[in-house]
């Protein structure tokens, strides 16, 4: 089922949030967010490369919407979506949101940011919080290819790179790129890498260090001759691997100057796609700053929704009927089907989503 509203009521991204019972804890939330099971319903993909660089590759999952000729409907409102730090095309938020928008009649391209989801291969150069160009060009293909109308939607990380391509291309934003969304985007970096490190945080940052660590000796294992892993076993915090690794074969001149460059909020200012960003005030790690919080609501673009409640990329509410406990997931279908030329037509198919979605 979709949540639908008559002409004048409110859109649902602003009639608030609820946590589901005993989840008001910010670590419950999250972690819950994080581990709970459940099924997706996307159709097998088509897996395609988008060439990002002159030396990089990214691999995406393609869900195309077919016509009677079995020709992608390319009128229909296109989907990428980006994962955060550590994850995939194949994380549960991103197969979540992905069910919901093909459900909702929309082309779905999930993506894998380089070296993620098993494709280390595809590129010497590491991954990092500032590859908004790697959107920039999955978007740019798209519209080459004969996509009307295309929205990026992006979880924590990915939520800083969606942001950070809006504010980059500003005035320049073409015109099939309808709408931007970032759920609990990582846009303050140097502040959500301090929080990281502190109290029960440290959790947190040790599962998401040890991956970062496990994935990088890969990346030195296929790449001997531009990665050592000799101060590796020191790095005990996100900023020593940033600073130590990030910093030195990304061209940083240290961690500060990574997050300062990498950070959405520095150009936040500038976007003029409509926007939404959720974030909850109770997010444990990824924090916005009260300078990026007035710059967002300065701009007229941008809507900027703050429950008290939601945890990081979790927003896990309340089940009612056949409508589905996670609540951004649907915040973001409703957000997209209102800035959609095509909204009525994806409104029809929505009607046959599956129960639970």
Known sequence: MIETRESGEMPLWQSGFQPRRFLSNRHLQTLAGNYLRREHHLPPPESRFFKVDAQSLVRCECHWQLDASNE????????VLVHGLEGSSTSHYILGNGTKMWAAGMNVIRMNMRNCGGTEKLTPTLYHSGFSDDVAAIVNTLIAEGCKAIACVGYSMGGNLVLKYAGEI????????KAIIGVSPAADLS?????????????????????????YRRKAELFPDLYSTHDLPRM??????????????????????????????????????????LHAQDDPFIILTPQTRAILLANPHVELVEPQYGG??????????????????????????????HAATMSEDAASVVAGN
């Open 72 to 79: 992608p409907r390319r009128e229909r409102m296109t989907v």
């Open 170 to 177: 500003g005035t320049d934003a073409p015109k099939e790129l």
């Open 191 to 215: 502040a959500s890498s301090t929080a990281l490190d502190q109290g029960i945080n440290r959790i947190y940052q040790w599962h998401f260090l040890e991956r970062m660590k496990t994935r």
């Open 236 to 277: 005990r915090s996100i900023r020593d691997y940033d600073e130590n690794i990030v910093a030195r074969y990304c061209g940083f001149a240290g961690a500060e100057d990574y997050y300062y460059r990498a950070a959405a909020a520095r150009v936040v200012d500038r976007i003029t796609v409509p926007t939404l960003v």
């Open 312 to 341: 990081h990329c979790a927003f896990l509410a309340p089940r009612a009927g056949d409508v589905d406990s996670y609540w951004a997931e649907r915040v973001v279908r409703a957000f997209l089907m209102a800035h959609s030329n």
